[in-house]
């Protein structure tokens, strides 16, 4: 696989945490530099973590885990994103979804990164330098999503209390994207 390719790949695997950085950026009220590259750790973490166990498992479980990563992915983002909206409806601003505390940052970078798991089961069919190539999956991943918090933080500034639903509205949508685009192939 050529440079140019993977880091294609690496930028199409980091466009979901990059969308739910943006979102959360909208909903946390008082994000500073150290929140945003929290969201840059975590996802460019479990981004490199996810593709190195699909790798490892590709041979023995790549049908079994296809069937279901979708399904994962949409739960996660979906339940994330109704609490996100029906806690900005009830008045509890930047209540359990609008933070980075450990449990919110862990279900959004598991919920972010099943795509990479199957990028990675695909990479054990194929030769490439898995090592080589989860670092720079996740460095994308991490200057990507640090940005996205950043750019989400300015546009919820200006949206105001909206921003809460908004970014609630954004996950869901990213997890109904992830289920069409696994159910249609």
Not at 10 to 22: E, N, R, T
Not at 47 to 55: A, F, I, N, V, Y
Not at 90 to 104: A, I, L, W, Y
Request: charge should be neutral; aromatic fraction near 10%; glycine fraction near 12%.
């Amino acid at each position: 696989m050529r440079i140019s390719e993977l880091i294609m790949i690496a930028i199409g695997l980091s466009m979901d945490a990059f969308a739910v950085s943006v979102s959360n950026g909208m909903a946390i009220s008082n994000l500073r530099l150290r929140d945003a590259l929290k969201f840059g750790l975590y996802f460019g973490l479990f981004q490199m973590l996810m593709p190195l166990t699909g790798w490892a498992a590709g041979q023995m479980f790549s049908s079994f885990i296809t069937t279901f990563d979708h399904w994962v992915a949409f739960i996660l983002l979906g339940y994330i994103g109704v609490k996100m909206i029906l806690d900005a409806v009830r008045g509890e601003e930047g209540s359990s979804t609008g933070n980075t505390s450990f449990r919110v940052m862990l279900l959004l970078a598991v919920a972010t990164s099943i795509d990479a798991l199957a990028a990675g089961i695909t990479f054990a069919f194929m030769s490439v330098n898995i090592w080589f190539s989860i670092a720079v999956i996740g460095s994308i991943t991490f200057c990507l999503s640090t940005f996205g918090a950043l750019i989400g933080k300015r546009a919820g500034d200006a949206l105001g209390k909206h921003a809460q639903i908004v970014g609630g509205v954004i996950l869901i949508a990213m997890g109904v994207k992830i289920l069409i685009e696994h159910m249609l192939g």
